[in-house]
T-cell receptor, first 108, second 118 residues
Framework: GIQVEQSPPDLILQEGANSTLRCNFS?????LQWFHQNPWGQLINLFY???GTKQNGRLSATTVATERYSLLYISSSQTTDSGVYFC??????????FGPGTRLSVLP | GAVVSQHPSWVICKSGTSVKIECRSL??????MFWYRQFPKQSLMLMAT?????????EQGVEKDKFLINHASLTLSTLTVTSAHPEDSSFYIC??????????????FGPGTRLTVT
């Protein structure tokens, strides 16, 4: 099955800093989503991005499907951005495989 | 839009009893629902998927007689943990997805249910 890696595993930022989170996957996918799991456990959809680039406020994401990676950019980070960021990928007709996550802590 | 609810949000039960967790898609029709399990500081592991009116498909290693899943309608799925034991204690998260190609084809997640078996 598809293998998913995320880096870095942990990230500590000062409020206002920018960051880039990476998701590598081992095979072709036709579905990729980024999620933020807040400290209470709720997963929040950030982007549905099997290819291309999207932006939503301070967040943006880029997926280069041919090179099997996706990037999540967080600009001007805030303490409310803290939590775990997961990417999940799926091949055609397959279920999501979740990466191990990047644990982000934004300090005031 | 695309809100998924779960109930209860947390539950404590005694070993040997059964617990039912409900998952509802509040504002869209979920043709497929998913159940995940998450241990502390770990990623989500898929337990099973279900399509409305069909039997659930379980992932390898998940006991279907222990984790009963019923997807009775396009807005409701239930997970029943039967004869629960302390090792079943975990965070259970459901997810719902609308029809292929539609506006709700992404997976949307419920807030999770924290189960503690004593």
């Amino acid at each position: 099955g598809i293998q998913v890696e995320q880096s870095p595993p942990d990230l500590i930022l000062q409020e206002g800093a920018n960051s880039t989170l990476r998701c590598n996957f081992s095979d072709s996918v036709n579905n990729l989503q980024w999620f933020h799991q807040n400290p209470w456990g709720q997963l929040i959809n950030l982007f549905y991005i099997p290819s291309g680039t999207k932006q939503n406020g301070r967040l943006s994401a880029t997926t280069v499907a041919t090179e099997r990676y996706s990037l999540l950019y967080i600009s001007s980070s805030q303490t409310t951005d803290s939590g775990v960021y997961f990417c999940a990928v799926a091949g055609y007709g397959q279920n999501f495989v979740f990466g191990p996550g990047t644990r982000l802590s934004v300090l005031p | 839009g695309a809100v998924v609810s779960q109930h209860p949000s947390w539950v404590i039960c005694k070993s040997g009893t059964s617990v039912k967790i409900e998952c509802r898609s509040l504002d869209f029709q979920a043709t497929t629902m998913f159940w995940y399990r998450q241990f502390p500081k770990q990623s989500l592991m898929l337990m099973a998927t279900s399509n409305e009116g069909s039997k659930a498909t379980y992932e390898q290693g998940v006991e279907k007689d222990k984790f009963l899943i019923n997807h009775a309608s396009l807005t409701l799925s239930t997970l029943t943990v039967t004869s629960a034991h302390p090792e079943d204690s975990s965070f259970y998260i459901c997810s719902a997805r609308g029809p292929y190609g539609g506006a709700t084809y992404e997976q949307y997640f419920g807030p999770g249910t924290r189960l503690t078996v004593t």
